[in-house]
């Protein structure tokens, strides 16, 4: 509906127009093509002004960013010449704290080894565990159905000897 009003309104405008247009004498008719010549004649003067300052506005914005760019560039640059300047000053301090460390832990190691070394004599205060007994005789009653509960006694009293054996500490 809207396009139709348009339409029906531009038709209706130019009739008009063109009825002004030949009901005027020539000076009159002069005169308004004279007006209508400055107005285009303005018009494209501001659009040509526009250019311009378009035209200045992003020689503006490059110089802009041109001088931002070297600014980011050069803060960068000083920024890794500082960081290698602290990891060559501090590079030299932080490895030789690192082989301090590294040595201080292989002497702590070798006390800890010697120490071990001294202890082996002691082993039979050491408790041992020997689960492979008890496993098996799990496993066999287990798959072994028909076993009778005296073979399962026999074997969990076998496991309590072995275990009870291993738990004494042996004299030397």
Do not use: H, W
Not at 82 to 108: C, H, I, M, P, V
Not at 119 to 140: L, P, Q
Request: aromatic share 6%.
């Amino acid at each position: 509906m809207s396009k139709k009003g348009f339409l029906f309104g531009l038709v209706v405008g130019g009739a008009a127009i063109v009825t002004v247009a030949m009901k005027m004498d020539d000076d009159k008719k002069a005169e308004l093509k004279a007006k209508a010549q400055q107005g285009l004649a303005d018009f494209k003067d501001r659009a040509i002004d526009y250019a311009f300052y378009a035209n200045d506005a992003a020689e503006d914005f490059k110089e802009e960013a041109g001088k931002q760019f070297a600014d980011a560039k050069s803060k960068v640059a000083d920024f890794a010449d500082q960081y290698q300047t602290a990891k060559s000053e501090d590079g030299e301090g932080f490895s030789s704290s690192l082989d301090q460390a590294t040595d201080s832990l292989r002497s702590e190691l070798a006390r800890v080894e010697a120490e071990g070394d001294d202890d082996d004599a002691d082993d039979s205060d050491d408790i041992v565990i020997d689960s492979s007994a008890a496993f098996k005789a799990e496993t066999d009653s287990a798959d072994n159905d028909s076993a009778t509960s005296a073979d399962s006694e026999a074997a969990t009293s076998a496991t309590s000897a072995a275990d009870s054996a291993d738990d004494e500490p042996a004299d030397k």
